[in-house]
């Protein structure tokens, strides 16, 4: 265990979480300092969250189950980490759909560009 | 029905297929067939030049979309010149040109689809293939119901009839099996019949990058595709 705070104390494994976010969000805010990257509005709150969150829960874990006391779920703990684990599904299979999507939209680009040169170059060859 | 060998176009997709390339559309010639359409998939070397010099049609994809995509391009590219039959062939030289004969000999007896199957002759086929070969037989029996010695193979012919109605949406290795499920959809008469097989170490070495992973990924564009 180490001791943050007097009468505080963490694990080894919450404080690497907990430096991992940190290092993360530092990371994140150095590239948009630096103007390396300009994520949107809603991609940088999405991103902190997460983040923050992380970083939260890894020092904090009471934190955590407050909430849930907060959010109505009481000591059921483990409905949030259900209920987490769908939300997360759900939304990398949105990501992969999307990506699917604007490959075919790709795909579908380059073969009329290519199409087209061709009916230029060997049209009326046949005709 | 009579097939001429000037109303065939041989259909080759390729991507940094330029060592090798030549001597495929020379061998292609040789046997006189004189339309040959390649496909350049975003090749980074000289496939385009070695094409068009040896005598070959090209239409190019600016970027890499993969081989599916790139006989999409190819088919459609065909019907606005009013060919009547296609022959598609890889661009590493493991098919033989002189298989083509075969291939259009069942075509004219009236078959809609004519697959060349390297497991139907004599050829000397790695085990890891004929075993990739096998999963993927059986999984095309289990969502189409046809059963096949080769459903992965490339070289195959297609009449008209046939390469207007289908109609695949695969960019990738799955354009393959996606044919098959086309045939039992569109209800075409189709036949398998032996090809020879020329393994070389270059044609080898690139399988190799294209084996089991995609195997997977085939797999499983297969199974959601018929969900």
């Known amino acids: ?127 | 029905m009579q097939i001429q060998k000037k109303d065939c176009c041989v259909l080759i997709p390729v991507y940094n297929e330029g060592s090798v390339l030549a001597d495929v559309i020379r061998d292609i010639h040789e046997h006189h067939f004189s339309h040959c359409l390649v496909v350049n998939d975003g090749s980074t070397d000289n496939s385009e030049a070695k094409a068009r010099q040896a005598g070959a049609m090209v239409i190019t994809h600016r970027i890499r979309r993969g081989k599916g995509a790139a006989i999409r391009t190819g088919l459609e590219a065909i019907k606005l010149l009013h060919y009547k039959v296609v022959i598609t062939m890889d661009g590493d030289g493991q098919h033989v040109a002189s298989d083509i004969d075969m291939l259009l000999s069942s075509l004219s007896r009236g078959y809609d689809v004519v697959l060349g199957s390297r497991f139907l002759g004599k050829n000397k086929i790695p085990l890891l293939r004929r075993f990739y070969n096998w999963i993927g037989n059986r999984l095309i029996h289990l969502l189409t119901g046809i059963s096949l010695s080769d459903s992965q193979s490339g070289f195959r012919a297609y009449s008209r009839n046939a390469f207007q109605q289908m109609e695949t949406y695969s960019d990738a290795y799955e354009y393959d099996s996606e044919i098959v499920q086309e045939i039992k959809k569109h209800r075409l008469s189709y036949k398998e019949v032996p090809v020879k097989v020329r393994y070389t170490p270059y044609s080898l070495q690139k399988q190799q990058k294209q084996s089991l992973l995609n195997g997977v990924k085939t797999m499983m564009q297969l199974l959601f595709s018929s969900l």
Request: glycine share 4%.
């Open chain 1, 1 to 127: 265990m180490i001791t943050l705070f007097p009468n505080y104390s963490i694990s080894g494994a919450q404080l690497l979480l907990a430096l991992l976010a940190l290092l993360f969000i530092l990371y994140h805010l150095y590239l948009i300092i630096k103007h390396i990257t300009a994520p949107s509005l809603f991609r940088l709150a999405m991103s902190m969250t997460i983040w923050i969150g992380i970083l939260v829960t890894a020092i904090f874990p009471e934190f955590t189950r407050r909430s849930v006391r907060f959010a109505g779920l009481g000591e059921n703990f483990n409905t949030l980490i259900f209920a987490t684990f769908v939300i997360v599904f759900v939304l990398v299979y949105w990501v992969i759909h999307r990506q699917e999507a604007q490959k075919k939209d790709l795909t579908e680009m380059v073969r009329q560009l290519a199409l087209r040169d061709f009916k230029q170059e060997y049209g009326k060859k046949r005709e």
